[in-house]
């Protein structure tokens, strides 16, 4: 019986740190988001059974590769989805999200923000920038730059990132890098390597109905 009963806290204790994330309007930084990387994790790891509102106050450097909403398995994709009604608008009030530095030497896929199978996600009014400490543009094999600002990616060949809108931010990476793009978005690779072809194999997986603004 014992046994039993420990059993069961443990699930409930699980199914509380578990829950998904409640409509409301959320601060960043607060107690429960310090950080623009705490609420984003939250975001992903949970799930939201409301609308959500995230408002930024305070700039931010983005994590190694960027910041990933969504991804394969993620509640926010599958279980406790974000959608038309449920909807997960981060705003970025004009502060300013830094590259992190250095990226990855050689890897090609590395960005501020990638969106990864998730739908209706809203980036708002962030100022994004290339972190100036990220200098070697010079080839595939050693580059530490950053690709791209705001990727587009599926989380599998089946489920692609749509319905999402990325509106009036202010973008400047390194024009000196060949491999800079602002947004980027493909449904022929998944987030992780770009360099080999995975497409998606219904429309579903496809990158659709997304608004740039």
């Given amino acids: 019986?014992?046994?039993?009963?420990?059993?069961?806290?443990?699930?409930?204790?699980?199914?509380?740190?578990n829950a998904q994330i409640p409509a409301g309007t959320y601060a960043i930084p607060s107690g429960s988001y310090p950080d623009l990387a705490t609420a984003i994790n939250a975001v992903s790891s949970q799930g939201v059974s409301g609308p959500v509102v995230f408002n930024l106050s305070a700039a931010q450097t983005a994590p190694q590769g960027g910041y990933i909403i969504g991804g394969p398995g993620s509640p926010l994709v599958t279980t406790f989805p974000s959608n038309s009604t449920n909807t997960v608008t981060f705003n970025g009030n004009g502060n300013v999200i830094t590259a992190?530095?250095?990226?990855?030497?050689?890897?090609?896929?590395?960005?501020?923000?990638?969106?990864?199978?998730?739908?209706?996600?809203?980036?708002?009014?962030?100022?994004?920038?290339?972190n100036p400490l990220n200098t070697d543009n010079s080839d595939?094999?050693?580059?530490?730059?950053?690709?791209?600002?705001?990727?587009?990616?599926?989380?599998?060949?089946?489920?692609?990132?749509?319905?999402n809108t990325i509106s009036?931010?202010?973008?400047?990476?390194?024009?000196?890098?060949?491999?800079?793009?602002?947004?980027?978005?493909?449904?022929?690779?998944?987030?992780?390597?770009?360099?080999?072809?995975?497409?998606?194999?219904?429309?579903?997986?496809?990158?659709?109905?997304n608004r740039i603004r």
């Avoid at 019986?1 to 740190?17: P, T």
């Avoid at 960005?111 to 962030?126: E, M, P, Q, R, S």
């Fill in 100 to 130: 992190f530095a250095p990226q990855s030497a050689g890897f090609d896929n590395d960005g501020i923000f990638k969106i990864v199978g998730a739908d209706y996600i809203t980036l708002n009014n962030f100022v994004m920038r290339e």
């Fill in 1 to 17: 019986m014992k046994k039993i009963y420990l059993s069961f806290l443990s699930f409930l204790l699980a199914v509380v740190c």
């Fill in 168 to 209: 009036n931010n202010t973008i400047t990476l390194d024009r000196n890098y060949r491999n800079t793009i602002g947004v980027f978005s493909t449904a022929r690779t998944n987030s992780s390597n770009l360099v080999a072809d995975a497409d998606a194999t219904t429309p579903a997986g496809a990158n659709s109905f």
């Fill in 140 to 163: 595939l094999t050693s580059n530490n730059m950053t690709e791209f600002a705001v990727g587009l990616f599926y989380a599998t060949t089946t489920n692609g990132a749509q319905n």
